[in-house]
């Protein structure tokens, strides 16, 4: 989960939090108040009641209490907070909303009486409370926000990251903020200069040294064709394309660490056609093809093909009996061939020079490269014995 949404999760529970809290604080306030008005006008209504008939009296009652006489009740939203019916009359008292003033109706046989209450002080305080709980989540809206601002850069600095480790090494992160953010920006960019100059002083060192390698081993290919003695000049021509072979294969594995890969959709039939193209095969009966589904795939098709041609051909190179068997099933290739169990676990292989036998030809780089294409891809690479075949499946 990403930070923002943390983030964002954090906020709105907090704001949760707090809102439930201000609504129960409210409702408790609101309550109390209800009670303290209730309490304090029941023993003047009393009074009023008792003493209805002078009118004297209750002037002086009104007066004293900062009470004033509605002639009718207003047509405003309002809340009975309190009701008490009588023999001969009914009493009310009401609120109404968003004011601090409430309204009390009295009816006695044929009087009636609409008294209007002064502010309550009390309800100002709970009025105030309330602006305070709401201030409080508007000031956490604002502090989500600024913090949101505040981090907004890293999306920013991760794309570019991703940038270059896919490839693009002139990915460069521009944010010219003092913080630590800016900071880590700037750090990248140092960090991204130098890799960038060093891989490509490395390219340039590679491909010179490919160039000096091949222009000899070319030239001292030609020469053999001049010895006369057979059994030399062959064990000069296998000396030769070993070192051809040998020149090849690590150009090619360290290739792998700086080509960007050409992402295609093709199938699964395609893959296994372009990498049996790669072979050099003598007899097409020793393989094999159950193309049980023939599924989409999106990748770099040459070196993926590459790939499965190397297993291919270290299928062919260990079996004990063929044919070999290329099968595809969902999100997955797997070639087999009969042959005797490695002797080592799967990652032993997996690095340069590493190979079974070493009477056999080739320099153990073959499956190096492999694992560097499936990790290139994000596909997954696993050896299992069974039924006395070897099994190597590439899946996804």
């Given amino acids: ?15 949760i939090l ?37 009118k004297n009296y209750i002037n002086t009652i009104l007066l004293k209490n900062n009470l004033t006489i509605q002639k009718e009740l207003p047509k405003s939203n309002k809340q009975i907070i309190y009701s008490q019916n009588y023999t001969f009359g009914k009493i009310e008292i009401l609120k109404e909303l968003f004011d601090n003033e409430f309204l009390i109706k009295i009816n006695y046989l044929d009087e009636e009486y609409i008294l209007k209450t002064p502010d309550e ?28 601002t505040l981090l907004s850069p890293l999306k920013k600095i991760t794309k570019e990251i991703k940038n270059f480790a896919n490839g693009e090494l002139s990915s460069r992160i521009k944010i010219n903020s003092k913080d630590e953010i800016g900071i880590l920006a700037n750090t990248f960019n140092n960090m991204a200069t130098s890799l960038e100059n060093s891989i490509k002083t490395r390219e340039e060192l590679l491909r010179d040294i490919g160039h000096e390698l091949r222009t000899p081993i070319a030239k001292g290919k030609f020469a053999i064709e001049k010895i006369d003695n057979f059994s030399q000049k062959e064990l000069l021509k296998k000396i030769f394309v070993d070192l051809e072979i040998l020149t090849n294969e690590l150009i090619e594995l360290e290739k792998l660490n700086l080509t960007k890969l050409n992402l295609t959709n093709f199938s699964a ?29 999106t990748a770099d098709l040459y070196y993926l093909s590459t790939a499965l041609k190397n297993l291919i051909d270290n299928a062919l190179k ?18 087999s061939n009969k042959g005797q169990k490695l002797s080592k676990e799967i990652e032993y292989y997996l690095k340069p020079f590493t190979q079974e036998l070493s009477q056999r030809d080739g320099f153990g780089l073959g499956l190096s490269i492999v694992k560097k294409i499936i990790d290139k891809h994000n596909f997954k690479l696993d050896y299992f014995y069974e039924n006395g075949n070897n099994i190597f499946r590439i899946y996804w």
């Fill in 121 to 148: 002080e009390n309800l100002n305080e709970k009025n105030i409370l309330n602006f305070l709980v709401f201030l409080d989540i508007f000031v956490l809206f604002l502090i989500f926000l600024y913090i949101l």
């Fill in 318 to 335: 260990y079996a004990i009996s063929y044919p070999i068997i290329i099968e595809t099933n969902k999100n997955e290739i797997s070639i």
């Fill in 1 to 15: 989960m990403s930070i923002f949404k943390k983030i964002t999760i954090l906020f709105f529970l907090s704001l």
């Fill in 269 to 297: 039939e395609t893959l296994i056609v372009e990498s049996l193209g790669k072979l050099y095969l003598e007899d097409e009966s020793k393989i094999e093809i159950n193309i049980n589904k023939n599924f989409k795939l």
């Fill in 18 to 54: 707090m809102s439930v809290i201000g609504f129960w604080t409210n409702s408790i306030n609101s309550k109390r108040m209800n009670k303290l008005v209730q309490e304090k006008y029941q023993t003047i209504i009393d009074d009023i009641l008792k003493n209805i008939e002078n």
